[in-house]
């Protein structure tokens, strides 16, 4: 547990050896050179300490100061938030906050911060004096919180809880949540306009907006924008326009000509209107033959000139300039690709390759320095969005060499893995988890690509704890996880083929994604009463659940038909799948078609159609989902 009197992780400015990691990064990551040693003088003082020894901090989201003098930056893996001051590019302060830091906001005048952690489902309420980070307090929020947002004045926060779906304000001074509003599935990006008014949730899996009154504390309405993994929202200065960093799921077929007309799915940058018609504008980002993959990060910056989007799969910051001409936006849908017009390079579109994983931007005050949080480049990165230049990179910290599970995470983030870099194992699997989607990756032995099969398609399984819970694929006819990376590579992805190497370091990173607390537990982390009667629900003969998700990781390993099967499917039967988490797992079953639990226990997956020993009880199976909510 981490108090306030936190471990202090001081860092000093040591640039050497991430900025190798970084190079290698952009060189490609198909062979990444341990960086070589580097001479080191005896630390001094313990805040002189080498840092080379220390965790990955994968900087996830960053907040700016309204001088531009201070940014406080929430890095993923460490659990720790830094301070820099912005002129000298150096870090100031680093303390622990929490488990998985995911956003980070800083009030007006600098002196106050709020970072919300993922898995550790609260708000650290950060005090900034001098140079000097500390935790002065903590409130839970529910679970896997990764936006918030603060008013102008630093007493409110916005958070945004995912597993909830819910925007929560905690009142900072008093450390209480004071409100709870209902939002689309998993909100994530939050952004609140600059007086204060209006608040913009882009809800991961919901494939909408939330626009809210943060005032008068209402959904002022639900906006659906037909876009997926909806990542980072930004509004526009004067108060007008939000945007959406997002992607967007086209439904056929991983083939190869599928793929290069962007009709497997595409990077979008998405705009609304916060008070005007129920519209959406896209632009869509891939140009064919080089797209654009996992668009993350959004800002605009505050003369409203620029809007600059991050690309974490690409390794890119894109720019789009709003003066010059008017932007080509499509209305209430998108263009399979790039629109032609922005490639004739008058200024109003150009790339920008950082390395890494750029994750979330945001821009300083003079409207024209960007500042990008890169994940794995274990950075800050300072680019001119002017000129579409690198001009400076802070190092957070890091070990001096990668460790196969990051080669791992880094292989899991490219793609250049890909058939010209349209997206990552992360597009579908983001996280590690699932987006909720489903995708056709011919992984069912379904031969017949010429028309469109919507019953080939599957719903994108999660992948924590995944190297436990073999055999592979929901038919369950992958039994050895080596190929099964081996064919996400050569058939999800239709990229190169994996090495021996390429694929150790991917299962060593596999091997680290697991699952985060359970919030349906009680306290002390036992079963409430319904519950207990839902676990011997599941163990009774009429139901026998636990004999197809028994064990440990709750499934036998052994392949079942439970009515379900496809007679075009080469394979029938299917693995059942662990029940862990599956409170987050929705929409359930192989193509997704059950969007609750219930749904599904009542309709194809009830007791009676697996035992067929009859129906259980409205009281039995209330009970049940208790139970199943805890897993
Ligand atoms: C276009 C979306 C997509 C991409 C990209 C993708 N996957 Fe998957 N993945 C899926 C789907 C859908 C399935 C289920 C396939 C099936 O069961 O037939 C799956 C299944 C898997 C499984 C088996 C999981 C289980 O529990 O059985 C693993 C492991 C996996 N993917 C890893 C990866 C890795 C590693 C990459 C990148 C090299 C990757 N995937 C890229 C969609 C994707
Ligand atoms: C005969 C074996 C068997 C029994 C008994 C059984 N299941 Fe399943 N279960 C499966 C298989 C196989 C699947 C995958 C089917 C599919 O997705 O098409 C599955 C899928 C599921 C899913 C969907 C999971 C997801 O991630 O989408 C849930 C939930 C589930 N089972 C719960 C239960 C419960 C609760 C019981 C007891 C009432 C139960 N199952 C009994 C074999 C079984």
């Given at each position: 547990?981490?108090?306030?009197?936190?471990?202090?992780?001081?860092?000093?400015?040591?640039?050497?050896?991430?900025?190798?990691?970084?190079?290698?990064?952009?060189?490609?990551?198909?062979?990444?050179?341990?960086?070589?040693?580097?001479?080191?003088?005896?630390?001094?003082?313990?805040?002189?300490?080498?840092?080379?020894?220390?965790?990955?901090?994968?900087?996830?989201?960053?907040?700016?100061?309204?001088?531009?003098?201070?940014?406080?930056?929430?890095?993923?893996?460490?659990?720790?938030?830094?301070?820099?001051?912005?002129?000298?590019?150096?870090?100031?302060?680093?303390?622990?906050?929490?488990?998985?830091?995911?956003?980070?906001?800083?009030?007006?005048?600098?002196?106050?911060?709020v970072?919300?952690?993922?898995?550790?489902?609260d708000v650290a309420i950060?005090?900034?004096?001098?140079?000097?980070?500390?935790?002065t307090g903590r409130t839970a929020v529910g679970?896997?919180?990764?936006?918030?947002?603060?008013?102008?004045?630093?007493k409110t926060a916005y958070v945004?809880?995912?597993?909830?779906?819910?925007?929560v304000r905690v009142d900072l001074e008093t450390r209480k949540v004071t409100g709870r509003?209902?939002?689309?599935?998993?909100?994530?990006?939050?952004?609140?306009?600059?007086?204060?008014?209006?608040?913009?949730?882009?809800?991961?899996?919901?494939?909408?907006?939330?626009?809210?009154?943060?005032?008068?504390w209402?959904?002022?309405?639900?906006?659906?924008?037909?876009?997926?993994?909806?990542?980072?929202?930004?509004?526009?200065?004067?108060?007008?326009?939000?945007?959406?960093?997002?992607?967007?799921?086209?439904?056929?077929?991983?083939?190869?000509?599928?793929?290069?007309?962007?009709?497997?799915?595409?990077?979008?940058?998405?705009?609304?209107?916060?008070?005007?018609?129920?519209?959406?504008?896209?632009?869509?980002?891939?140009?064919?033959?080089?797209?654009?993959?996992?668009?993350?990060?959004?800002?605009?910056?505050?003369?409203?000139?620029?809007?600059?989007?991050?690309?974490?799969?690409?390794?890119?910051?894109?720019?789009?300039?709003?003066?010059?001409?008017?932007?080509?936006?499509?209305?209430?849908?998108?263009?399979?690709?790039?629109?032609?017009?922005?490639?004739?390079?008058?200024?109003?579109?150009?790339?920008?390759?950082?390395?890494?994983?750029?994750?979330?931007?945001?821009?300083?005050?003079?409207?024209?320095?960007?500042?990008?949080?890169?994940?794995?480049?274990?950075?800050?990165?300072?680019?001119?969005?002017?000129?579409?230049?690198?001009?400076?990179?802070?190092?957070?910290?890091?070990?001096?060499?990668?460790?196969?599970?990051?080669?791992?995470?880094?292989?899991?983030?490219?793609?250049?893995?890909?058939?010209?870099?349209?997206?990552?194992?992360?597009?579908?699997?983001?996280?590690?988890?699932?987006?909720?989607?489903?995708?056709?990756?011919?992984?069912?032995?379904?031969?017949?690509?010429?028309?469109?099969?919507?019953?080939?398609?599957?719903?994108?399984?999660?992948?924590?704890?995944?190297?436990?819970?073999?055999?592979?694929?929901?038919?369950?006819?992958?039994?050895?996880?080596?190929?099964?990376?081996?064919?996400?590579?050569?058939?999800?992805?239709?990229?190169?083929?994996?090495?021996?190497?390429?694929?150790?370091?991917?299962?060593?990173?596999?091997?680290?994604?697991?699952?985060?607390?359970?919030?349906?537990?009680?306290?002390?982390?036992?079963?409430?009463?319904?519950?207990?009667?839902?676990?011997?629900?599941?163990?009774?003969?009429?139901?026998?659940?636990?004999?197809?998700?028994?064990?440990?990781?709750?499934?036998?390993?052994?392949?079942?038909?439970?009515?379900?099967?496809?007679?075009?499917?080469?394979?029938?039967?299917?693995?059942?799948?662990?029940?862990?988490?599956?409170?987050?797992?929705?929409?359930?079953?192989?193509?997704?078609?059950?969007?609750?639990?219930?749904?599904?226990?009542?309709?194809?997956?009830?007791?009676?159609?697996?035992?067929?020993?009859?129906?259980?009880?409205?009281?039995?199976?209330?009970?049940?989902?208790?139970?199943?909510?805890?897993?």
């Amino acid at each position: 547990m981490i108090g306030s009197n936190a471990t202090r992780i001081r860092t000093l400015a040591l640039k050497s050896a991430p900025l190798l990691a970084l190079l290698a990064l952009l060189a490609g990551v198909r062979a990444l050179p341990a960086p070589p040693d580097q001479p080191r003088t005896t630390p001094k003082k313990d805040h002189d300490r080498d840092f080379s020894d220390q965790p990955h901090r994968s900087p996830i989201a960053l907040a700016v100061s309204a001088d531009g003098a201070r940014i406080l930056v929430a890095n993923q893996t460490s659990g720790s938030t830094t301070l820099i001051d912005a002129k000298s590019a150096r870090v100031l302060d680093e303390i622990k906050t929490g488990d998985r830091p995911a956003g980070v906001a800083i009030s007006r005048d600098g002196l106050r911060g709020v970072v919300a952690h993922w898995y550790g489902g609260d708000v650290a309420i950060l005090t900034l004096k001098g140079d000097k980070l500390a935790v002065t307090g903590r409130t839970a929020v529910g679970p896997e919180p990764r936006g918030v947002a603060m008013t102008p004045d630093g007493k409110t926060a916005y958070v945004t809880v995912g597993v909830a779906n819910e925007v929560v304000r905690v009142d900072l001074e008093t450390r209480k949540v004071t409100g709870r509003l209902t939002v689309g599935r998993e909100p994530r990006g939050i952004a609140l306009s600059t007086d204060g008014s209006r608040l913009l949730i882009g809800n991961a899996r919901g494939q909408s907006v939330s626009i809210l009154d943060a005032r008068a504390w209402k959904v002022v309405k639900t906006l659906e924008i037909d876009g997926d993994n909806l990542r980072q929202v930004a509004i526009s200065a004067d108060g007008k326009q939000g945007y959406i960093a997002n992607m967007k799921n086209r439904r056929f077929p991983t083939t190869r000509g599928n793929i290069d007309l962007g009709w497997v799915l595409g990077q979008r940058l998405t705009r609304v209107d916060l008070a005007g018609p129920d519209n959406f504008d896209t632009l869509s980002l891939d140009t064919q033959g080089k797209a654009a993959s996992d668009a993350h990060g959004v800002a605009v910056s505050g003369d409203g000139r620029i809007i600059a989007v991050s690309c974490g799969g690409t390794h890119e910051v894109m720019f789009f300039r709003t003066d010059l001409k008017r932007l080509p936006w499509r209305s209430n849908s998108s263009r399979d690709l790039i629109s032609p017009e922005l490639l004739h390079k008058d200024g109003r579109y150009q790339r920008l390759t950082l390395g890494g994983r750029p994750t979330e931007i945001v821009f300083g005050p003079d409207s024209r320095t960007l500042y990008v949080a890169n994940y794995l480049a274990d950075a800050v990165q300072v680019v001119d969005a002017e000129s579409a230049r690198l001009i400076e990179t802070i190092p957070l910290g890091g070990p001096r060499a990668l460790s196969l599970a990051r080669r791992g995470e880094i292989l899991f983030h490219a793609a250049e893995r890909s058939f010209n870099q349209w997206y990552s194992c992360n597009t579908c699997h983001s996280d590690g988890h699932t987006n909720g989607l489903d995708f056709d990756t011919l992984n069912d032995g379904w031969q017949d690509l010429s028309t469109f099969h919507q019953k080939s398609r599957k719903k994108v399984p999660t992948l924590r704890r995944v190297t436990k819970t073999g055999p592979w694929t929901w038919h369950g006819w992958q039994t050895s996880l080596d190929d099964a990376m081996v064919e996400s590579f050569t058939k999800s992805m239709q990229g190169p083929r994996a090495s021996s190497d390429d694929v150790k370091a991917l299962i060593a990173y596999l091997d680290t994604l697991d699952y985060p607390p359970n919030p349906y537990l009680e306290k002390d982390g036992g079963l409430s009463l319904a519950a207990s009667r839902g676990r011997a629900v599941y163990r009774s003969p009429k139901a026998a659940c636990n004999t197809c998700h028994g064990g440990p990781e709750t499934t036998d390993g052994k392949i079942h038909e439970v009515g379900l099967e496809i007679p075009q499917d080469r394979y029938q039967g299917y693995n059942p799948p662990s029940l862990r988490g599956l409170y987050d797992k929705d929409p359930y079953l192989h193509d997704g078609r059950s969007k609750t639990l219930r749904e599904t226990l009542t309709g194809d997956h009830s007791a009676d159609k697996v035992t067929g020993l009859g129906e259980l009880s409205k009281e039995e199976l209330d009970d049940l989902i208790a139970y199943l909510m805890t897993l």
